[in-house]
């Protein structure tokens, strides 16, 4: 298999993914919100490809009965779950546009963002002035709220960090109720190292 044959097969391939996505949806009632998993065998790659159909099936196949039940309303373990269909059907438009709103010019997808900016800001009662951005996901947004947020620590001490100002040294305090693991991951990028 090779991507042209992936082409040439695109409406089953999507056919099939949707199928995958359908069953996977109508599923989370029974489905548990978390499993002892079993030892899998590592996959080894193979010497061609399997094609978007065969990886489907391949996945579907070795490790889809241990998804959990994440998208659902019995799951707690994190901000996840409760996938409407208006964002599912984003989700694939967005996969299948793939625009790049890096600059204006290039595409409307950059005027898009600044509308949707614009409807938030009606939405939340925000000031004209007030601006914002979209990233990637949630750990971009964490990233970008740390390095926007760093100077106020706040409520209750969690560790100590150094961050390298103008050459010199200063000490922050970091302050939180609860902190999700990947944060100090997050601030050794932003330099402030971890102890």
Request: aromatic share 12%; proline share 5%; net charge negative.
């Amino acid at each position: 298999m090779n991507m042209r044959d992936d082409w040439a097969q695109l409406d089953d391939v999507l056919i099939d993914a949707q199928r995958a996505a359908q069953g996977f949806l109508k599923s989370v009632a029974q489905r548990p919100v978390g499993h002892v998993l079993p030892a899998l065998e590592p996959d080894i790659l193979p010497d061609e490809g399997l094609g978007a159909r065969g990886a489907l099936a391949a996945f579907r196949g070795k490790y889809e009965a241990w998804l959990a039940a994440s998208s659902g309303p019995r799951y707690l373990g994190f901000v996840t779950g409760g996938t409407t269909p208006a964002a599912l059907a984003g989700d694939w438009l967005v996969a299948a546009y793939d625009q790049n709103v890096g600059s204006a010019g290039d595409s409307i997808a950059t005027t898009v963002e600044h509308e949707t900016l614009g409807l938030l800001r009606s939405l939340f009662g925000l000031p004209e002035t007030f601006e914002g951005a979209f990233v990637t996901g949630a750990t971009m947004a964490n990233f970008v709220a740390l390095a926007t947020a760093r100077q106020w620590p706040r409520n209750a001490w969690v560790s100590t960090f150094l961050s390298r100002d103008s050459g010199g040294c200063r000490l922050y305090r970091f302050w939180a109720d609860h902190l999700m693991p990947v944060c100090s991951k997050r601030w050794r990028c932003w330099e402030w190292g971890g102890r």
